[in-house]
């Protein structure tokens, strides 16, 4: 059921690419809620996806913006602010994306250019989003910016490679940054640590249904679906949350607190 959280405000949801991804789910929710927003994504991830089909479905404007280039971002937080009639009050970066990981690079033979690439799409492209969004002044007081990450940003997961270190560059950018905006102008910043969720970025990190599998084990509440974290996208965007700054948020059912299971001890019990 809506209850209006976000009438009025306008925003920008970075990273649709199709129905599984988390800001396709938390850019229907929005709308449910009131919000209107400008929907963008590197270009070549547009022509994979189906982020044309959500804009129709919301009734919002698409802007192409590799995330990485603060041209391509000066060009989207202007245009953005212009569609959508006045200053932001959400943005949600939801991008992630690991060549050594796609192209199966074991993490004692990296390519470095590649781990660097990793390293701005993942990570510094939140702090150029954030400090374009400084520049241009395009952030109302008290406005939510969020970007997702994954506990593997403080634990080791085999696999998850060098995006663990890239989602722990993008926490500590929510941190310096949040101080710095809550100084500026009372923004808010945020990260959200969701559980594993059947997105394809997340299906394409080898052993996934593994990790998925034991984190349901772990999580008393089971996994948050890409669902719940739309919702709670919401809450953080909403004026329930205005105190709210500079956290790692943990979306996991329980998982980060949890040391083990009945479920796990009866799984390993031979």
Not at 5 to 31: C, P, Y
Not at 207 to 224: H, I, K, R, T, W
């Amino acid at each position: 059921m809506a209850n209006n959280l976000l009438k009025g405000k306008r925003g920008i949801i970075f990273g649709a690419l199709d129905e599984n991804s988390i800001a396709w789910k938390t850019a229907l929710k929005v709308k449910e809620e009131g919000g209107s927003f400008t929907l963008t994504n590197a270009p070549i991830a547009m022509r994979m996806g189906k982020i044309n089909e959500l804009a129709a479905a919301c009734n919002a404007e698409v802007i192409p913006a590799d995330a990485t280039s603060e041209q391509d971002l000066t060009n989207l937080f202007s245009k953005s602010v212009e569609i959508l009639g006045g200053k932001l009050d959400f943005v949600l970066h939801s991008i992630g994306m690991s060549p050594n990981v796609r192209k199966g690079r074991p993490y004692g033979d990296m390519n470095y250019e590649w781990f660097l690439k990793t390293l701005d799409i993942s990570g510094v492209s939140f702090h150029k989003v954030l400090q374009t969004a400084e520049k241009l002044d395009s952030m109302n007081e008290w406005g939510s910016i969020l970007a997702l990450t994954y506990i593997a940003a403080q634990r080791t997961y085999p696999d998850y490679s060098d995006m663990a270190q890239a989602k722990a560059v993008l926490e500590s950018i929510a941190r310096s940054y949040g101080y710095r905006f809550g100084k500026l102008k009372k923004v808010r910043v945020n990260t959200i640590s969701q559980s594993p969720t059947k997105t394809t970025a997340g299906a394409g990190i080898s052993g996934f249904d593994v990790f998925f599998d034991y984190a349901q084990m772990m999580s008393p509440l089971g996994n948050a679906s890409s669902e719940d974290c739309a919702s709670y996208i919401v809450s953080m965007f909403s004026d329930f949350t205005r105190m709210v700054t500079m956290q790692n948020l943990m979306h996991d059912g329980g998982f980060s607190s949890t040391g083990i299971t009945e479920d796990l001890i009866q799984r390993l019990t031979k």
